[in-house]
């Protein structure tokens, strides 16, 4: 028997030192299903991740006491040493300068969300856009089939829709691609290959297959994706936790091939 | 000074408030939305007068990051036409600081107007 999934909700920390942005933002990821905690500097926040969990920190970069630049640092040493999970951390910022997001991506940020998305009728993109960098077992939690959904079917139809007759041609690449990289994952496995050089290619993994509604191939290549960014930032090679977890990618990847090529079939 | 003219008379013709992003932020803040207002008139008030004292003690880093807050909190709140005339401030201010300069006639009536926008801009959400 089918149990319904619980699904969790997302703890956000947003550091913001404008109170008529930490009361919007506050409200706005609250509204969109999220629990939001407000801080008003970097300081702050390396104090509550001592002791309590989140799930993204989104970090204004032009704060007083301690910037998000400087926090972000931080918080990157934190999550290589292990004091913390490997938290997501974006910047929330309105320069729009030449250079900023490469500044964000200097001090340890994941990723860069221009404050101007905050605008009400942007509510949607801006949703996508923090949905992106959660993690997938909060965006799309299991069911308890052990591997959740294979493929999400709102995504391939929407993809359908966005690319039109490109679809067949789209998913025959992203299925290669992946197999590449799978293919990659394996080599550097068997040759005990520093964990960082699986970085890259789970990254590729998770993000197509995202794109695409791989759902369970996203969850798996996520997993790895963060467990080899741990394991490198201590030196470390990646060839048994990768030897664990890819017989479950090539499952997951012949799943998806047989759903895919069923979607371009009906299409 | 042309462009800055052409850029003026652009400014001009923004409406005090964007109708459309006031509601849709009144539809998200629900009830919250009077004190995300009252935090917005305080804080602008002071912002302000830091970018006066910056101007005055030709603390041009100070300008733009009160040029800077006020362009995103004004924006967010549907107070288009400051935004426009902060980000007019911050800009000017980034450029002025890469020179090592410190230019008080060129940003005081830049600086008037936006107090007027403010009082124009207050005047409306009541």
Known sequence: M????QKKRAHILVAEDDRTH??????????????????????????????????????DCNMPVMNGYEAAKKIADMRADGRIGDIPVIALTANQQWGDPEKCFEAGMDGYIAKSLWLPKWKPRLQRMICQWLPLSIVAPHNDDGGGEVVNPVAVTKTKELVGRKFRALIEVFLSDAKQHIENLKHL??????????????????????????????????????????LSKKNEDCSI??????????????????????????? | MVVICLKKGIL?????????????AKQIMKGKFPTMLQYFLED??????????????????????????????????????????AQEIEEAARAQVENGCCDREFFAPLVTRLEETFAATKAAFK
């Open chain 1, 2 to 5: 089918k149990q319904k999934s």
């Open chain 1, 22 to 59: 930490q009361c919007y933002v506050e409200s706005l990821l609250q509204g969109m299903g999220f629990d939001a905690t407000v801080v008003s500097n970097g300081a702050s926040v390396l104090d509550l991740l001592q002791t309590a969990h989140f799930d993204m920190i989104l970090l």
């Open chain 1, 189 to 230: 496995a068997q040759n005990k290959a520093p964990a960082e050089e699986a970085v890259l290619h789970a990254y590729a993994l998770t993000f197509s297959s995202r794109q695409v509604g791989a759902l369970q191939m996203a969850r798996i290549a996520e997993k790895i994706m963060r467990r080899s960014s741990v």
């Open chain 1, 241 to 267: 936790f990768l030897a664990e977890e890819l017989p479950d990618m090539e499952r997951a990847y012949e799943r998806t091939r047989v759903s895919l090529s069923d979607s371009i079939a009906a299409s």
């Open chain 2, 12 to 24: 001009m013709n923004k409406p005090i408030l964007d109708e459309e992003s006031v509601s849709a």
């Open chain 2, 44 to 85: 602008t008030d002071a912002y302000l007068m830091r970018m006066r004292t910056g101007m005055a003690e030709k603390k041009t880093e100070e300008i733009v990051s009160t040029a800077h807050t006020i362009k995103s909190s004004s924006l967010q709140i549907g107070a288009v036409r400051m935004s426009d005339i």
